[in-house]
């Protein structure tokens, strides 16, 4: 019962507070570790079965190393006071979560550009997407913003989400490590081809059930909205694996059928063209309307999936703290 109620106030901190900037959180340290531990084991690995062990052991550290701090951080927290560990549980889950933050950002792009600043729009999308903003159109615009929302409904909310209900906040964490790990390591390019493929594969690894998961929620999501659950599903199935990734489709898809637009296709990702497959070809440019009803239908799929969450862990008694 307990962890069933701090995956539930949880959820409210992160619907009412967001991510404040200015306040310490996990994932920041999450990246700088990162970062610090990734350039230190490119100086001391050159080969690609080097670097690939390097990876391992970054993987290793970074996962490992933050799910202990997180077990040690309640552990002792308990030994101090019931309520001391309640609260670090909470903070912990809470900072896991990202919704809140992922609909004020997107809200944040789409204001700007409805003013007309479409600079200021990209300047601001720049923040949440991996692709180069500098190009990009008012349609481009509105499309990585549906596309970066229906994405992170499935890494920021529902994958936390689930292995917080699973295995409580140091679940929650470890997800959170590997997700990160990923975001920064896990790319295909020279720099990262051998050093990120454990944390790619990890992440492809944690995130294949979440991520059908999140289309499942999207698609039941859509009645609510007045959306097309039949299409969003269907667009899912059919159009999942026009992706590299194995997960990242499922929402995207989800949400372009729901919606009736074309997501995908290609982008520049650090100068270069990547030339990925169209989801729902059949689809059309991103409106004004549709992108704000993307940021609605992700709102309500977080209600779906929180409860979700709070019924799968008090059913399973999920450690709280």
């Given at each position: 019962?307990?962890?069933?109620?701090?995956?539930?106030?949880?959820?409210?901190?992160?619907?009412?507070?967001?991510?404040?900037?200015?306040?310490?959180?996990?994932?920041?340290?999450?990246?700088?570790?990162?970062?610090?531990?990734?350039?230190?084991?490119?100086?001391?690995?050159?080969?690609?079965?080097?670097?690939?062990?390097?990876?391992?052991?970054?993987?290793?550290?970074?996962?490992?190393?933050?799910?202990?701090?997180?077990?040690?951080?309640?552990?002792?927290?308990?030994?101090?006071?019931?309520?001391?560990?309640?609260?670090?549980?909470?903070?912990?889950?809470?900072?896991?979560?990202?919704?809140?933050?992922?609909?004020?950002?997107?809200?944040?792009?789409?204001?700007?550009?409805?003013?007309?600043?479409?600079?200021?729009?990209?300047?601001?999308?720049?923040?949440?997407?991996?692709?180069?903003?500098?190009?990009?159109?008012?349609?481009?615009?509105?499309?990585?913003?549906?596309?970066?929302?229906?994405?992170?409904?499935?890494?920021?909310?529902?994958?936390?989400?689930?292995?917080?209900?699973?295995?409580?906040?140091?679940?929650?964490?470890?997800?959170?490590?590997?997700?990160?790990?990923?975001?920064?390591?896990g790319y295909r390019n020279e720099r990262f081809l051998h050093l990120g493929w454990a944390a790619a594969r990890l992440d492809d690894l944690a995130g294949w059930l979440p991520a059908r998961l999140s289309a499942l929620l999207l698609a039941i999501a859509c009645p609510f909205l007045g959306f097309r659950a039949g299409e969003a599903w269907q667009i899912a199935l059919r159009d999942h694996g026009a992706h590299k990734s194995p997960n990242s489709a499922w929402p995207e898809a989800a949400v372009a059928g729901a919606?009736?637009?074309?997501?995908?296709?290609?982008?520049?990702?650090?100068?270069?063209?990547?030339?990925?497959?169209?989801?729902?070809?059949?689809?059309?440019?991103?409106?004004?309307?549709?992108?704000?009803?993307?940021?609605?239908?992700?709102?309500?799929?977080?209600?779906?999936?929180?409860?979700?969450?709070?019924?799968?862990?008090?059913?399973?008694?999920?450690?709280?703290?």
């Open positions: 019962m307990t962890g069933a109620w701090i995956i539930a106030f949880a959820i409210a901190a992160d619907a009412l507070l967001g991510d404040p900037p200015s306040w310490p959180h996990l994932v920041r340290y999450m990246g700088r570790a990162i970062a610090f531990l990734e350039g230190r084991l490119h100086t001391l690995a050159s080969s690609s079965s080097g670097l690939r062990l390097a990876g391992a052991m970054l993987v290793l550290i970074v996962v490992g190393g933050f799910s202990l701090a997180a077990a040690l951080c309640l552990a002792l927290s308990g030994a101090l006071s019931p309520v001391l560990a309640w609260l670090v549980a909470l903070v912990l889950c809470w900072q896991c979560i990202s919704a809140g933050q992922l609909w004020r950002e997107a809200h944040s792009v789409l204001t700007a550009l409805k003013s007309g600043d479409v600079g200021l729009a990209r300047g601001r999308l720049s923040m949440i997407v991996g692709r180069e903003t500098q190009s990009l159109d008012s349609h481009g615009i509105r499309r990585a913003v549906v596309e970066t929302v229906a994405e992170n409904f499935n890494d920021g909310v529902v994958a936390p989400l689930l292995y917080m209900a699973l295995l409580g906040p140091v679940g929650a964490v470890a997800y959170k490590a590997i997700n990160t790990l990923d975001s920064m390591v919606l009736g637009v074309r997501l995908g296709g290609p982008n520049y990702y650090h100068g270069v063209l990547v030339d990925k497959p169209w989801i729902n070809p059949e689809g059309g440019p991103t409106d004004e309307l549709q992108a704000q009803q993307c940021v609605r239908l992700m709102q309500v799929a977080t209600i779906l999936a929180g409860g979700g969450a709070f019924f799968l862990a008090w059913v399973l008694g999920s450690p709280g703290v």
